[in-house]
């Protein structure tokens, strides 16, 4: 066990080198002049001799081989840069956007959860009745909305309608809500249809049947015996969706302007504030890869019967 | 468990297919004769009946600036439908071919092209191509290729995976033997063989760069402005929403309901064939 974690581990340097360093090729390909953005940002008129002068200030006047290499080096130094547009700390605003980001996606999650295990398990049971037929179609649709679609039917319902909550998020309590539903609504369809198929799935294996022989009650079966086999197959849609997940807050934050990750992201991308990209990108594959590593090591500990690693 | 599929069961799946092939057919021919069906041209601006509601001549009614929205989502079918098989189409044969070469030579090779596979699988597909397209600037080519970076790394894994057990069976050995090249081999002894599954993930992957390739251009990152699309259209109506609910809901209905029936002919299709992604995914 310790050597495979160790193993991924280390599978994830070459990743790493791999990822940033075609994030600084792209960066200094793409149009788009950094010094410019930050200078017309400021109100200073943009001479060829600022421009300069600014670009030599911030070193942007050596190849972008050259300011690889010195990013790596303080890297190492545990120095992520500091921000083009003010001139703050990278790591300082990542930690802030990610506590966010980590919020939206935890909830999401939860909410997902909530949802989907009560309509998928009695789905399951009450296989083909009406109510079924009503979940497997919420499950369907579920994958035909595009996430920014279904916050705006969200906003226009619950805002313009309505008007209980606010369109702005913010950051605030309140803000929350609209968010995470609009996350948690496709993947609780994904959830709801995997643990409908699992439930389903088990009743008629043999340990049900043995189980009920015994006098087993049937509730007890339910959540000790056939949830607990269906964990597996409801952690690998987790696994499959945490990109789901991380990609719609990208979009999500965007619209409802919550302060994560994906706002962060997208505004520096706008300014063309590469230091941030760049640890954005940095954080993010490392997040990506441990998330998708936990996973894969939580089937070892909840199906005893997979190999031993 | 297996579950025994009956002789009725088939053929239902097979009507189903059938069914979803023809709506998919009827989208394609909508797209393809868009500029005959559009009642005005969807371009004009009207400055006497803006934001207005539906009537006969405007059957969805038209937007901020006057513009027919019937006719703009008529003319985004196009776009929509276009650029999603564009993308599949590429990531699907570069995808494959990389796939191919890496499982069949296998080696250092095979470790390069999974390196760079994993590279590119360290991010969430739609970090990426918003990454890639808002850096190289929003427009149809650009948001393309960006869902294309993303989207072929998936079929390269699926292929080297179908390679590497394909290439010990013993008919391969066969066509060695009685002198075909490697090219030769690859290229008519190992592609049909696989060509089937390739096909059936990538139908099932259409509807997922729909959604991606509008939600680009929602983030102003895809297709330019005066374009008719769907995803940019509702971004730029959601700003008036309140007065003119319809310049936000006809895009949106159309977005949903293409996705979805290029999502159904997708599952049904890997029912009916009983591939592709797992049955419970």
């Known amino acids: 066990m310790k050597r495979?974690?160790?193993?991924?581990?280390?599978?994830?340097?070459?990743?790493?080198?791999?990822?940033?360093?075609?994030?600084?090729?792209?960066?200094?390909?793409?149009?788009?002049?950094?010094?410019?953005?930050k200078l017309s940002a400021q109100g200073i008129a943009v001479t060829k001799d600022v421009l300069l002068e600014t670009r030599k200030e911030m070193g942007l006047d050596r190849p972008w081989t050259l300011r690889y290499a010195s990013w790596l080096f303080d890297l190492l130094h545990g120095d992520l840069g500091d921000s083009y547009k003010d001139g703050t700390p990278v790591a300082g605003r990542l930690v802030k956007a990610m506590k966010y980001t980590g919020i939206l996606a935890i909830s999401a999650f939860l909410l997902a959860l909530v949802i989907s295990l009560p309509l998928g398990i009695y789905g399951g049971i009450k296989k083909a009745g009406f109510l079924d037929r009503m979940i497997q179609?919420?499950?369907?649709?579920?994958?035909?909305?595009?996430?920014?679609l279904l916050a705006v039917l969200l906003i226009y319902l619950f805002c313009i309608r309505l008007k209980v909550f606010p369109i702005i998020a913010k950051g605030t309590v309140q803000g929350l809500f609209l968010p995470t539903l609009t996350l948690a609504l496709p993947l609780a369809s994904r959830l709801t249809r995997q643990v409908r198929a699992s439930v389903l799935n088990q009743m008629e294996m043999e340990y049900v049947d043995g189980a009920k022989a015994r006098g087993v009650l049937k509730p007890y079966i339910l959540i000790f015996h056939i949830l607990r086999n269906a964990m597996i197959s409801i952690l690998t849609v987790f696994g499959l969706s945490i990109g789901t997940l991380l990609g719609g807050s990208v979009v999500i934050e965007n619209i409802f302007m919550w302060p994560g990750m994906g706002k962060m992201v997208m505004d520096s991308i706008t300014a063309r504030d590469y230091p941030v990209v760049?640890?954005?990108?940095?954080?993010?594959?490392?997040?990506?890869?441990?998330i998708n590593l936990i996973?894969?090591?939580?089937?070892?500990?909840?199906?005893?019967?997979?190999?031993e690693i | 468990?297996?579950?025994?599929?009956?002789?009725?069961?088939?053929?239902?799946?097979?009507?189903?297919?059938?069914?979803?092939?023809?709506?998919?057919?009827?989208?394609?021919?909508?797209?393809?004769?868009?500029?005959?069906?559009?009642?005005?041209?969807?371009?004009?601006?009207?400055?006497?009946?803006?934001?207005?509601?539906?009537?006969?001549?405007?059957?969805?009614?038209?937007?901020?600036?006057?513009?027919?929205?019937?006719?703009?989502?008529?003319?985004?079918?196009?776009?929509?439908?276009?650029?999603?098989?564009?993308?599949?189409?590429?990531?699907?044969?570069?995808?494959?071919?990389?796939?191919?070469?890496?499982?069949?030579?296998?080696?250092?090779?095979?470790?390069?092209?999974?390196?760079?596979?994993?590279?590119?699988?360290a991010f969430p597909q739609m970090v990426l191509a918003i990454g890639v397209a808002g850096l190289l600037?929003?427009?149809?080519?650009?948001?393309?290729?960006?869902?294309?970076?993303?989207?072929?790394?998936?079929?390269?894994?699926?292929?080297?995976?179908?390679v590497m057990t394909m290439k010990k069976e013993t008919y391969i050995s066969a066509a060695r033997l009685s002198g075909s090249g490697n090219i030769e081999i690859m290229l008519e002894h190992i592609f049909p063989g696989i060509a089937g599954e390739l096909i059936i993930n990538a139908t099932l992957q259409i509807s997922a760069v729909m959604i991606g390739f509008a939600g680009l251009s929602y983030l102003g990152i895809g297709v330019s402005v005066p374009e008719a699309e769907w995803g940019s259209m509702i971004s730029e109506a959601i700003g008036y929403m309140q007065q003119a609910p319809w310049a936000v809901m006809a895009p949106g209905a159309a977005l949903f309901i293409t996705v979805f029936v290029f999502q159904l002919l997708g599952d049904s299709l890997r029912d009916y064939f009983g591939v592709g992604r797992g049955r419970y995914e």
């Not at chain 1, 760049?278 to 441990?290: K, N, R, S």
């Open chain 1, 278 to 290: 760049q640890g954005f990108v940095l954080v993010m594959a490392v997040i990506y890869v441990i």
């Open chain 2, 137 to 162: 600037g929003g427009n149809m080519t650009n948001a393309i290729l960006a869902l294309t970076l993303t989207g072929w790394t998936s079929y390269a894994r699926l292929s080297r995976g179908l």
């Open chain 1, 295 to 307: 996973v894969d090591i939580s089937y070892h500990l909840l199906d005893p019967r997979l190999e």
């Open chain 2, 1 to 121: 468990m297996m579950r025994y599929k009956t002789m009725e069961n088939r053929s239902r799946m097979k009507r189903q297919v059938i069914f979803f092939l023809f709506l998919v057919s009827l989208l394609g021919l909508v797209s393809l004769l868009a500029p005959y069906l559009i009642t005005n041209d969807p371009y004009t601006t009207n400055a006497l009946y803006r934001k207005g509601p539906p009537n006969l001549t405007f059957p969805f009614g038209t937007d901020k600036l006057g513009r027919c929205i019937f006719s703009r989502v008529i003319m985004g079918t196009r776009t929509s439908v276009f650029s999603a098989l564009m993308v599949v189409a590429v990531s699907l044969t570069t995808g494959t071919a990389f796939g191919i070469i890496s499982g069949y030579y296998g080696g250092l090779l095979d470790r390069v092209i999974m390196g760079i596979c994993d590279i590119f699988l």
């Open chain 1, 4 to 37: 495979y974690v160790s193993g991924r581990l280390l599978q994830l340097i070459p990743v790493l080198f791999g990822v940033t360093f075609l994030t600084f090729a792209l960066l200094s390909l793409a149009p788009g002049d950094p010094v410019q953005k």
């Open chain 1, 137 to 148: 179609l919420f499950c369907l649709a579920g994958y035909a909305v595009p996430g920014f």
